[in-house]
């Protein structure tokens, strides 16, 4: 059925065009042989093609575009003549004479044009007359192109200030008198379209009707380019006759579009003067009308204007802009009872965008806007329109966006209130846009108070306690998520070690309530920057006034020992082994031997229980011997202890060569050059002759196991740790030692087919040479070794 209404709608239009292009022909003819009456009469037969009702608007607008060429040069045509000696007057009354209304009327209107140029009459008189002339077609469709003929042929002829037409009886306002008319009945002419056909055919008017709604628009427009309309008229002539017309037509469609055509033709200025008489018709305008977009896009202006104009803003606080704005909202929120909460959340969304770009330092608006978003939320549980949520995202970023910095965001105490209104998985995504905005600020948290705050809208990414029951999260978002967290960590600090402990106190009562698969990602960072604060700890005797400081290094030690015993369970021991060993490395610094040797017994515990696979033992024991060598805290009897278990551990690994590796790294657990009660070669001699039997033993397994005598690899290194101990003048390591370790490298037949292993021994014998060039003590000791 569409197709064969297009397809008559076409052969209409061809038959109209032809029929208007015979006739256009002829008044050409007669124009070019000036005859008048044939001119008028063809002009006629060609303006009756427009009276057909069979066109929609887009055809019907190809057919008055013709019209409108060809009554260009029968304008054209009527000057001449009146230059020739024919009556303008008569003329005017002559064109009266056409058989049918509308080509009549568009041949006054015409006429006009000419009568007002030469200027025989005040063009009030004329216009006035033409204007309520058109009256007489009150058929939408061709009455809107008529009178949109009417704006158009009259608007460079108005007489306004500066104008040639204006004069003693002719003013600006007698050219606003008209505009203003003339729009009245256009829109009279636009809305009674809604009314006509059948209602199933409601939504082919409403297109219909869009696609006609510049021609009313352009009235509003000619009105903006008006030299005289100043803001004295516009407030006290034009904007209030424009928005009566607006608010009686009762139209959706109409009000809608009107609107937001004042808002976008006049100038900012205007607006802002006239804030309150503007607003005052919105809450007036129909339910179902967008006026959410339209209030928008009016403070998005505003918000452009002061941007562009620094010296305007006074001016907004002069007329209470902000004011205005919100109670104009909250008017039309309580004026239309059912309205989406998407619009709402919008609207207070662009006041807060509005408010932020004019008044950036009244933070006690933009609290305010939040406020009145959080009771219009109230009662209205977790939001679960999509796009609502999203304005509402967008709401809460603003904030952050404007002022770069978390901090000044926090003390909006509604703030948080809104972000409770937001869904789990939202209130993920706001949390992640706060983190992201402190870390590309580098924004400093230094105060518990606001720590708290913070950790209160982040709490989406650091607590399982309010998720929904099989809710799945994809594990590399969370990954991510939680490596944020873990990054704003170190963005919470403060010099002053008491606010600092409270800081991490904070941060510990959340992580520890927050679900156990986020704790291996948030203690590391956590135990990081706890150890920081000890290191900036007062000395002992610092305090010259003698007071007791309320944050002492055993307390942040008892703190940390609290925190990584979450670990274990999570289960992450591996983690939790290697915190311990850090702990006691901060202890051994502070000098407190008893909470240092517990970390180290906390870690051989984990060891011992939790550590079973072979690689991750070599590991961890690499870890210990290594952190053990460091500590210069421990106490004979406490030292014995814990490397007596690390040779221990090392004895009992499960591979030859791990074994071997492990205890021969032991022997620096004995020497130590800088710590002379630290020093007992025996027992450096005894872990390289334990790690030679090893390494041998090693060989002779792999030698029944596979039939080959194994790596020469393992005693090379021994060697290694020989000369290392040899130049550190470990008396109970000998040159004899020495010689004999070489001596029985290179009888192994292995070497030759072990290239890895010839070059490490062939660097090694390199070394040794190096090192005998060395003038002094340790030259010459190298010097006894003939290799």
């Known amino acids: 059925m569409i197709a064969d209404g297009a397809e008559d709608e076409e052969k209409w239009l061809a038959a109209g065009a032809a029929a208007f292009k015979q006739n256009a022909f002829y008044m050409q003819r007669a124009i070019d042989s000036n005859n008048l009456k044939d001119a008028l009469k063809y002009s006629a037969q060609m303006l009756s093609e427009l009276r057909t009702s069979k066109l929609s608007p887009p055809k019907y607008y190809d057919l008055y575009m013709r019209a409108f060429d060809e009554l260009r040069k ?21 064109v009266q004479h056409a058989g049918n209304i509308l080509p009549r009327l568009y041949l006054l209107c015409t006429a006009g044009s000419v009568y ?48 040639e037409y204006e004069g003693d009886a002719d003013t600006v306002t007698d050219a606003v008198e008209f505009v203003l008319l003339n729009f009245t009945e256009m829109n009279k002419l636009w809305v009674r379209m809604q009314h006509q056909g059948p209602a199933r055919e ?12 510049d021609l009313v628009g352009k009235n509003l427009h000619v009105l903006s380019q008006l030299e005289g309309v100043d803001l004295d008229m516009y407030r006290d002539t034009v904007l209030p006759r424009v928005l009566e017309q607006i608010v009686n037509c009762r139209d959706e469609i109409a009000q809608y579009y009107l609107i937001d055509c004042i808002i976008q033709v006049f100038p900012d200025e205007y607006h802002l003067q006239t804030l309150d008489v503007l607003l005052g018709a919105c809450p007036q305008l129909q339910p179902s009308v967008d006026i959410m977009t339209v209030l928008s896009r009016l403070m998005e202006r505003l918000s452009n204007y002061a941007a562009l104009n620094a010296e305007v ?23 239309q009872e059912d309205m989406p909460i998407l619009s709402a ?22 609290d305010q806007v939040l406020g009145s978003c959080v009771k219009q939320l109230s009662g209205k549980g977790k939001i679960d329109d999509t796009r609502a949520t999203k ?75 309010d998720e929904p029951q099989g809710l799945e999260v994809d594990e590399d978002d969370f990954e991510e998520e939680q490596n944020s967290v873990a990054r704003l960590i170190h963005m919470l600090y403060n010099d002053d070690p008491e606010e600092m402990f409270k800081i991490v106190s904070i941060l510990k009562k959340h992580f520890l309530t927050g679900g156990p698969k986020r704790l291996k990602f948030t203690i590391p960072p956590l135990v990081v920057s706890t150890l920081k604060l000890i290191r900036r700890l007062p000395v002992e005797g610092d305090n010259p006034f003698g007071k007791e400081a309320s ?11 609290q925190i990584i015993e979450a670990l274990p369970n999570v289960p992450s021991p591996d983690l939790a082994f290697r915190l311990y060993l850090q702990c006691a490395e901060a202890a051994n610094k502070c000098d407190e031997e008893p909470i240092a040797y517990e970390f180290f017994t906390q870690a051989y515990i984990l060891y011992e229980e939790e550590i079973s696979d072979s690689k991750a033992q070599v590991t961890a024991l690499q870890l210990i011997i290594g952190t053990l060598q460091r500590m210069h805290v421990f106490g004979v009897e406490n030292r014995d202890t814990l490397t007596h278990k690390a040779t221990g551990y090392s ?52 030698n029944k196991a596979r039939g080959s005598t194994g790596s020469v690899t393992l005693f090379i290194e021994i060697l290694n740790k020989y000369l290392y101990f040899y130049q550190k003048g470990v008396p109970q390591i000998t040159v004899e030692s020495v010689e004999s370790l070489i001596k029985l490298i290179k009888n192994e037949e292995s070497m030759a087919s072990d290239p890895s292993a010839e070059s490490f021994f062939a660097s090694t014998l390199q070394f040794m040479e190096f090192e005998k060039q060395k003038e002094g003590a340790i030259g010459e000791r190298y010097q006894e070794i003939k290799v």
């Open 313 to 335: 803003l006074p001016y907004f606080l002069q007329v209470e802009a902000f004011s205005k704005l919100n109670n104009a909202i909250g008017k039309v929120i309580e004026a």
């Open 116 to 163: 007002i140029k030469t200027k025989e009459a005040p063009s009030k008189e004329i216009l006035k007359d033409l204007v309520e002339m058109c009256r007489g077609i009150q058929h939408p469709l061709r009455g809107l192109f008529l009178r949109s003929y009417l704006a158009q042929i009259s608007r460079d002829k108005l007489p306004d200030i500066g104008s």
């Open 202 to 213: 409601k939504e082919r008017r409403e297109k219909e009707r869009g696609e006609l709604r």
């Open 345 to 366: 959340v919008t609207l207070y969304s662009s006041l807060l965008k509005f408010t932020l770009h004019v008044h950036p330092d009244r933070l006690d608006y933009a």
């Open 74 to 94: 029968l304008e054209i045509f009527f000057m001449e003549e009146t230059r020739r000696g024919c009556s303008v007057i008569e003329l005017y009354e002559l």
């Open 651 to 702: 004895a009992k690994l499960l591979k030859k060569p791990d074994q071997c590796r492990a205890v021969y790294a032991c022997s620096h657990l004995f020497w130590l050059e800088d710590r002379e009660t630290i020093q007992d070669g025996e027992r450096v001699l005894l872990c390289l002759k334990r790690a030679l039997k090893i390494a041998n033993s090693a060989q002779q397994m792999a």
């Open 551 to 561: 944050v002492t290094a055993t307390k942040i030690f008892q703190f940390l020992n």
């Open 391 to 465: 304005e509402l995202v967008s709401l809460l970023s603003a904030p952050l966006e404007k002022y770069n910095d978390v901090v000044t965001a926090l003390k909006l105490t509604n703030y948080p209130l809104v972000v409770e209104y937001l869904d789990t998985e939202t209130k993920r995504i706001m949390a992640t846009v706060i983190i992201r905005s402190i870390m590309k600020n580098n924004t400093l948290i230094t105060t518990a108070e606001k720590v708290e705050a913070l950790f209160e809208l982040i709490k989406g990414l650091i607590n399982d306690l």
